[in-house]
Structures are given as structure tokens and as C-alpha cells.
């Protein structure tokens, strides 16, 4: 629901790469699902473009407040035990991510990413200050 919301939201507003968009808010929501959020919100930015490329400014905030570490690395199994399937999505979020940052917000935290576009779609009006927001309770 919130992967679907993003992309219709991000290629309505002239975005092309949905494919890290789709995976980060995945992680995310499903991060603010498994931390026993009441409810989170996602809120997408309009696309903007600079001398140095595309990106696209999106968070989701939920009223958890434990905030996660930025540096937060994915373990390796020892030898001969079945790998986590936990903890792997904040290092692809770093990975697919511009720029990623947690932020702690009256009732709980956002997690803001920035993406860079990596296939250059034709720039339509950017207007930074348009916010579309959905809540997922």
C-alpha cells in the first residue's frame, strides 16, 4: 500500500526511477510495523533538480521513538548458522539511498531519504514546497 502510494505519487510528478523507491519504502514501512508503530506516515516531496542531478525527498514517520543508528551494519552469520532475516533493510536503505537520516519528532521519529534519479526524465515545473502525505494506521 505505502510502495504503491509512493510510486503513483513520485511518477505522477515526473520521477522515472521507481525501482529504489519502491524497495526503501518497504523497508521503512515495514520497520515502522515490526517496532509496533500505531500508525506511520509517508510523505512525499515534489521531485527537484540541481546542477548535480534529480532527487526526490520523501520520510516516514511513525510515533515509535527508538531511534535506529545510521551506521548500522549488516552481520554475518557464523559459520554454519542460517543468516538474520533481520537487519538488512537500514544498510539497503543506505545503499540505495542519496542520503538517509533519522530525525526524533514530538511522539516519535521520521526517517528522511533523499534519492538520486538514476535515469534522467524530463524536469516538469519542481516545486519543493508541495507535500502529498498518506497514513496508514
Not at 64 to 76: L, N, R, V, W, Y
Request: aromatic share 6%; glycine share 6%.
Amino acid at each position: 500500500m505505502a510502495r504503491d502510494f509512493a510510486v503513483d505519487v513520485a511518477l505522477s510528478n515526473g520521477w522515472s526511477d521507481d525501482f529504489a523507491l519502491r524497495l526503501v519504502v518497504s523497508e521503512l514501512a515495514t520497520n515502522a510495523v515490526q517496532a509496533k508503530a500505531s500508525r506511520f506516515t509517508l510523505t512525499i516531496f515534489e521531485p527537484y533538480e540541481d546542477e548535480t542531478g534529480r532527487y526526490l525527498l520523501f520520510e516516514v514517520a511513525d510515533d515509535c521513538s527508538d531511534i535506529p543508528a545510521q551506521e548500522q551494519a549488516m552481520s554475518k552469520p557464523a559459520e554454519g548458522e542460517v543468516p538474520s532475516e533481520n537487519g538488512r533493510g537500514l544498510p539497503l536503505v543506505a545503499t540505495l539511498s542519496e542520503e538517509w537520516h533519522p530525525e526524533k519528532r514530538k511522539g516519535g521519529k521520521a526517517i528522511c531519504v533523499t534519492l538520486k534519479e538514476e535515469r534522467h526524465a524530463p524536469a516538469r515545473g519542481c516545486n519543493p514546497s508541495v507535500r502529498l502525505t498518506q497514513s496508514v494506521a
